[in-house]
């Protein structure tokens, strides 16, 4: 059953209820986390050189952007609920939307938001260390394991779980609440950015040139190229989520790719200055000891105080990108169950606010699961190996979309193509072969995880074709 879009007929359905704005802050909302916070020291002794640095985050922006033209091309067209469900069952098969759909919504929304909950909590408890303490420890004993696994539940797990619960009653009060919601927390974060530039300017002293380099733990190399554009690839995570939500943004033609674009410009733009600014202020050696250089960034420039006030701005960071997780992923499964193709409960509208209450409920139940139990590490390890896989086949759904359904009205059409779209799918193939070979237990699982939605698949698939059938059956003896 479709839904009615504009909230209007028998039965409730989403409303076009984001304006630009609104839009622009889900892509900007999702893709600024807690990874740009924190990923510079990894990359530093990694790599050990800020020209390479530099050179690494440029790099990604560019591939980020081609990538953001590919979906706003795509969600331009193809406005509905659901994202890459949509562009690849339409582009590719079926089979391939609900493999994305399927991993998207039981393991990598969940274990996303799991995580962003995680570090809120860990960022509070720099602020408040008594939420470390832990409550109790159980273990659990597997004949399969020599060692039991062990679960400990802190004082903080349960916060944890209440904040993903207060955000996704937020989502649930509709989507235009939840648009302006998302304008604050994104406005906030984007301050706490904007100050760390400003602040490294105005006082920060030069730590460091580009010539400097970090010898002791600096390996560089293609390979390491390779690998530290991981961590930023998951920085810029996110430039996609406006696509999940195409059946609620107004004008979505004109819209979605104006908000996707200059979102995406405006991180890039951010992430660039900021990370220049980590280097200006401490240099590459202290920049690669260091576990909390956004802090570290902050202590030098303006003391102590200065690490309590980015804490306050990372916590805020990490809270908008939950807020903007709910309410994009939710669309997937709410998408995928309106096609006969999920749990029947998640296609369920709230008829008031109209919003995709049951698939809101889903995700936020699995991922307290998560916090409660602390079992989100090792899915959100499977996650980059994942979204780099389905990226690169998206990219090749947008090129096989516009030789099977030329006709297909396109009210923007990527810059550059084919080559961009090329660029941005082998870039796509290369990260997951990339991720593939330094961590190959890793990824196989993650590919494991995917495939083990095949028999789902088939099982939804014949169940879709036979309801009709009973429908007809009884229509013609009644």
């Known amino acids: 059953m479709n839904s009615d879009t504009t909230g209007k007929g028998t039965a409730p359905g989403l409303v076009r209820g984001l304006g630009l704005w609104s839009a622009i802050a889900v892509v900007v909302g999702s893709m600024i986390g807690q990874a740009v916070f924190l990923v510079g020291s990894d990359m530093a002794q990694e790599l050990g050189s800020v020209t390479s640095l530099l050179a690494a985050w440029a790099i990604g922006g560019v591939l980020v952007f081609f990538g953001v033209c590919c979906y706003a091309e795509l969600g331009a067209a193809m406005p509905k609920a659901g994202g890459d469900y949509v562009y690849l069952s339409r582009g590719l098969s079926p089979v391939f939307g609900f493999l994305f759909g399927w991993t998207r919504s039981m393991i990598m929304s969940p274990g996303m938001a799991a995580v962003i909950a995680a570090g809120v909590l860990r960022f509070v408890e720099f602020l408040f260390p008594a939420v470390a303490i832990p409550l109790f420890t159980w273990h659990v004993t597997l004949s399969s394991q020599s060692q039991p696994y062990q679960f400990t539940l802190t004082a903080g797990q349960p916060l944890a779980a209440a904040v993903v619960v207060l955000l996704a009653v937020s989502n649930y009060l509709g989507v235009r609440m939840a648009g302006r919601f998302q304008v604050v927390l994104t406005s906030l974060k984007m301050v706490a950015l904007v100050a760390i530039i ?21 390996r560089g190399g293609f390979a390491s190229f390779l690998m530290v554009l991981v961590p930023v ?9 406006l696509g999940c939500i195409g059946e609620e943004v107004t004008n979505p033609q004109k ?19 900021v990370n220049w600014t980590y280097f200006r202020v401490l240099g590459l050696s202290r920049v ?56 029947a409960f998640a296609k369920r509208v709230q008829p008031f606010y109209h919003s995709p209450s049951g698939a809101i409920f889903f995700q936020a139940c699995v991922s307290v699961l998560l916090v409660l139990t602390g079992t989100y590490q090792e899915l959100y390890s499977f996650e980059m190996f994942a979204i780099w896989l389905f990226f690169a086949l998206t990219a090749i759904a947008l090129i096989r979309l516009r030789i099977t359904e030329p006709e297909l009205p396109r009210s923007y059409r990527v810059w550059g193509y084919p080559w961009t ?57 009644a």
């Open 288 to 343: 690669a000891q260091s576990h909390h250089v956004a802090s570290d960034t902050m202590v030098q420039l303006i003391g102590n105080n200065g690490a309590k006030w980015i804490t306050v701005g990372m916590i805020i960071s990490a809270l908008g990108a939950l807020h903007s997780n709910f309410l994009a992923y939710p669309r997937i499964p709410f998408a995928m169950a309106r096609d006969g193709y999920f749990f």
């Open 255 to 273: 819209n979605i790719p104006r908000a996707a674009i200059f979102g995406s410009l405006v991180v890039i733009s951010l992430y660039m200055l």
């Open 421 to 477: 779209v090329l660029v941005f799918g082998i870039a796509g193939l290369a990260i997951s072969l990339n991720l593939w070979l330094a961590r190959p237990v890793r990824s196989s699982i993650g590919l494991a995880i995917i495939l083990l939605g095949a028999p789902f698949f088939f099982y939804w698939r014949r169940r879709a074709i036979r309801v009709p059938v009973v429908e007809a059956a009884s229509e013609a003896r």
């Open 233 to 241: 690839m998951a920085a810029y995570n996110g430039f996609q989520s």
């Open 198 to 218: 400003i602040f490294g300017l105005l006082l920060g002293k030069v730590g460091g040139t580009a010539s400097d380099t970090y010898t002791i733990l600096g």
